[in-house]
Structures are given as C-alpha cells and as structure tokens.
C-alpha cells in the first residue's frame, strides 16, 4: 500500500540528491550573509517554518519539500493574518532547510538539499 510519505519521498528522491544534508553541506551564515540578514531582521519567518515543519513531522513524514513549507507561511501570512505581509525570497529557501536540520540535529536530512555552488 502506498502511503502519502511513501508518495513524497519517491517525488522528492527524483528532484534533490539526498546525500547533501545539514551536516556535510556547510552553508548557513558564512556563505550566505544576505539570507543570515534577512533571518536577523524577520525572525518571524524562521518561526513559522519551524512551526509548519514540526507539524509534517508530527503527521508522520520523514522528508519534506522546504518550498511546501515555505508555500504554507505565505498563505499563514497573507490569507490567514491580519496586517501587512512580508516579502519572502525563494532564494533563502535553502538557508532555512539548512538552518532547520542544523538547529535540530534529529532531523537532519529532513530537507533534501542541494550542494551550494556559491551563488546567490
């Protein structure tokens, strides 16, 4: 029987190289500094990545896609919540994948990711 994790991580083993992770793909702040200032100036985003993330954990997923979350916090933030919305850049997508396996080390490899090339 096919499980919806089951579905998810067939999808996702077809479009990221899991043998990246947090712990041998060494990118966060040092080689990312304009995702690194955008978390310092809108904590509030990281927040609710860690949210919704623990919320797919809790509903039984191994692995996870960071741009499904990513996807959520707009929706929390624009449809959701009252007030402004905040602008968030795809590109710090992989900086929070990243920061969120290396903040909680038990679910490293939660994210897929890909090996940083340097670029933006």
């Given at each position: 029987m096919t499980t919806?994790?089951?579905r998810?991580?067939?999808a996702q083993m077809?479009?990221?190289?899991?043998?990246?992770n947090a712990a041998?793909?060494?990118t966060l702040a040092a080689e990312r500094p304009?995702?690194?200032?955008?978390?310092?100036?809108?904590?509030?985003?990281?927040?609710?990545?860690?949210?919704f993330t623990f919320q797919v954990i809790e509903a039984g997923f191994d692995h996870y896609s960071i741009a499904s979350i990513y996807e959520r916090v707009r929706w929390h933030t624009e449809v959701e919540t009252a007030g402004d919305p905040f602008k968030i850049n795809n590109n710090h997508r992989p900086y929070y994948a990243r920061k969120f396996m290396e903040d909680h080390p038990?679910?490293?490899?939660?994210?897929f990711t890909r090996e940083y090339n340097g670029g933006a």
């Open positions: 919806k994790n089951n998810q991580q067939t077809y479009l990221f190289k899991p043998e990246f041998n793909d060494n304009e995702s690194e200032a955008y978390h310092q100036a809108n904590p509030e985003v990281y927040e609710l990545i860690k949210k038990e679910h490293d490899g939660f994210f």
